[in-house]
Nanobody
Framework: QVQLVETGGGLVQAGGSLRLSCAAS????????MAWFRQGSGKEREFVAA????????DYADSVKGRFTISRDNAKNTVYLQMNSLKHEDTAVYYC??????????????????????WGQGTQVTVSS
C-alpha cells in the first residue's frame, strides 16, 4: 500500500554532489522507517542509509558515512539522500525502500533488503572520471 518513486539520479563528476528524492504515496508513510539501498552492476544490493519512522535516528554504511545524509519530510511524504564528495565506486542504481512494519528504527535501523516491504523502481547514479 506504499508506492515509492525515486528521482534525482544522473551523471555527475567525481567529487560532485547529487540529491535523490523518494516520493511516497499512501497515508501510512510517516509510520515507516525508510532506507536507501544501491546495487552496482554485477553486485548484490547493499545498504546505504536508513532513517527511523519519526526521523529521530539515522544510520549509514561505513562507505558513505560523512558524505551522505538521509532525511525525511513527512508532511511531503518524501525521503531524501544528499550525496556529496561522490566517488567512482558510488556508481549504482539507488533504491528507496519502506520498512515492512510501523514505528521502527529508534532502537536500531534494519539493514537487510528482506526487512523492507516496499520498493521504488530505482534511479541510476553514475559518477564519471
Amino acid at each position: 500500500q506504499v508506492q515509492l518513486v525515486e528521482t534525482g539520479g544522473g551523471l555527475v563528476q567525481a567529487g560532485g554532489s547529487l540529491r535523490l528524492s523518494c516520493a511516497a504515496s499512501g497515508r501510512t508513510f510517516a509510520l515507516h522507517a525508510m532506507a536507501w539501498f544501491r546495487q552496482g552492476s554485477g553486485k548484490e544490493r547493499e545498504f546505504v542509509a536508513a532513517i527511523s519512522w519519526n526521523g529521530g535516528n539515522t544510520d549509514y554504511a561505513d562507505s558513505v558515512k560523512g558524505r551522505f545524509t538521509i532525511s525525511r519530510d513527512n508532511a511531503k511524504n518524501t525521503v531524501y539522500l544528499q550525496m556529496n564528495s561522490l566517488k567512482h565506486e558510488d556508481t549504482a542504481v539507488y533504491y528507496c525502500a519502506a520498512d515492512s512494519q510501523f514505528y521502527r528504527g529508534n532502537a536500531y535501523l534494519r539493514k537487510l533488503p528482506t526487512e523492507y516491504a516496499y520498493w521504488g523502481q530505482g534511479t541510476q547514479v553514475t559518477v564519471s572520471s
